[in-house]
């Protein structure tokens, strides 16, 4: 598959010592992938990067090998970020004018879709403040899709959400990367892991290993992802 | 533009209004305030109207230099700052979104402090109200925009409110509120030009005590302005290197 999003030879850090050392990654269109590592391997700094509110100092990064907006991108960040003092559909209203979404019944059609996704609707109406962790989380990725991105970029999505819903989660990343949305996910959690197109496993700063969740079981001759995860991380990998 | 502009002030207001501890206090504290200053100078009517100036142009900053740099720290704390910052909103519409939200708290409790000290000193309304409602326009665009300035230096709220008297300590000792900036020694004198609230208390001075017309204040106006298009510049980049070096 043909790169969409390709980081070049990038070198970042936020002290004199290297903290994300000559990255290079392609991202294949209408896929998910999934950046899995500890806390602390440098996974949010690479979002960050391609969000543009992080400059690297050496390297590049293109989208189908042009220079980009933010505009493009939707991002739902590891904290909620969300206005606790309103109610759920005036957050995804005040998002949709920031995005230049003006027209009222399209703002309340987008939100009305949205809410059904993450299944708020009985919730419009509830203040943010009033909500579960698990539902500001649901709220949060909302907001991330409110502007029809062409690429998802997700912090810890599913952080704090029940096996049900992230099922349902996942049907629905899946549906979007049939429509052409290139989707990029931080976690921990290798469930998720397995549902991704492409994994790339990031230790300190840099690719330890990047293929498929299938791939990455067979050459490692382990018996699931946690484990194959570990096996590379002692002996690195080749495939 | 216009609605990402009206966007955020609608959310400035939104927030403001179902805060409504923060709404009571807006109105309570300079209330509070205004009254404990009337009972220090209700015996001696000659020294109210002589602090009357100072009490109009030191308030009305200090209180939206509070408001302002307070949510705005808040914002970026949140996350919400960054996120917003993502979508199409220009930096320029942010601080011009805020302004307009902030302006009414501000204009609420300048009113409630000027209409307080015009009341006490038997003011009589004639046609230098004008020059009282310019000054606090611009002394409030000023504050918004230093208070979001400020915000930027601190990390959290408490760092926020160290920034008051290092912000607001000088400005009253060298704005003439004391002792007139001519008798100053030379340094403190130069000094003194370079701080708004020495213009907003001269400026409030001329009009209440000497009831000048507007054209007589106008270099003070013109000062004021030039601050507030410093400190807007100044909030402009502030955020936008939140957007681009976080």
New interface residues.
């Given amino acids: 598959m043909k790169e969409y999003i390709s980081i070049k030879n990038m070198n970042f850090s936020y002290t004199k010592e290297k903290f994300i050392s000559d990255l290079n990654i392609d991202i294949p269109k209408s896929s998910s992938v999934g950046l899995i590592g500890p806390s602390g391997s440098g996974k949010t700094t690479i979002i960050k990067l391609i969000l543009g509110l992080l400059s690297p100092q050496e390297g590049s990064i293109k989208i189908n090998n042009q220079n980009y907006s933010h505009n493009d991108l939707g991002y739902m960040p590891q904290q909620y970020a969300l206005y606790e003092e309103l109610s759920v559909s005036e957050n995804l209203e005040i998002f949709s004018n920031l995005n230049n979404i003006s027209k009222k019944s399209e703002v309340e059609k987008r939100s009305h879709d949205l809410l059904n996704l993450i299944e708020l609707s009985d919730k419009a109406k509830e203040l943010v403040h009033n909500l579960s962790g698990g539902m500001k989380q649901r709220l949060s990725m909302a907001i991330a899709m409110i502007n029809n991105p062409q690429i998802l970029l997700l912090d810890e999505p599913t952080v704090g959400i029940d096996p049900v819903l992230r099922e349902s989660f996942w049907k629905h990343f899946k549906k979007l990367n049939k429509n052409e949305i290139t989707i990029l996910i931080t976690s921990h959690v290798m469930d998720d892991a397995m549902k991704c197109d492409k994994v790339i496993f990031f230790i300190e700063g840099t690719i330890v290993a990047y293929d498929t969740p299938v791939n990455l079981v067979k050459y490692t001759k382990t018996n699931n992802l946690g484990e194959a995860f570990v096996h590379i991380v002692n002996k690195g990998y080749k495939n | 533009m216009i ?2 502009i009206f ?2 002030a ?2 400035v207001l ?2 403001m209004r ?2 409504k501890r923060s709404i009571g206090l807006v109105v309570i504290a300079p209330l509070v305030i205004m009254t404990l200053i009337t009972f220090i100078f209700n015996e001696k009517p000659g020294t109210l109207q002589r602090v009357a100036p100072a009490i109009i142009s030191v308030f009305t900053f200090l209180f939206t230099f509070l408001l302002t740099g307070i949510t705005f720290i808040r914002e970026r704390a ?3 700052l ?3 910052m ?4 220009k930096a320029h519409e942010l601080l011009i979104g805020y302004f307009l939200g902030f302006f009414i708290f501000a204009l609420i409790q300048a009113t409630i402090v000027t209409t307080f000290v015009l009341f006490m000193i038997d003011y009589s309304i004639d046609s230098t109200l004008i020059n009282l409602i310019v000054i606090i326009f611009l002394s409030a665009l000023c504050s918004v925009n230093a208070g979001i300035m400020f915000s930027s230096l601190a990390q959290n709220e408490f760092q926020m409110v160290q920034f008051i008297p290092l912000f607001f300590a000088p400005q009253i000792f060298l704005a003439g509120i004391f002792v007139p900036v001519q008798d100053m020694p030379r340094t403190l004198e130069i000094i003194s030009k370079f701080l708004p609230i020495s213009y907003a208390f001269n400026s409030t001075k001329l009009t209440i005590i000497n009831k000048v017309s507007i054209e007589e204040i106008i270099f003070d106006l013109t000062i004021l302005f030039v601050f507030s298009a410093i400190f807007i510049i100044a909030s402009s980049l502030v955020v936008n290197s939140q ?4």
Avoid: Q
């Avoid at chain 2, 957007?243 to 976080?246: F, I, P, R, T, V």
């Fill in positions: 609605l990402r966007s955020i609608k959310l939104l927030k179902r805060d949140s996350g919400t960054e996120r917003i993502l979508t199409k909103l957007k681009n070096n976080k």
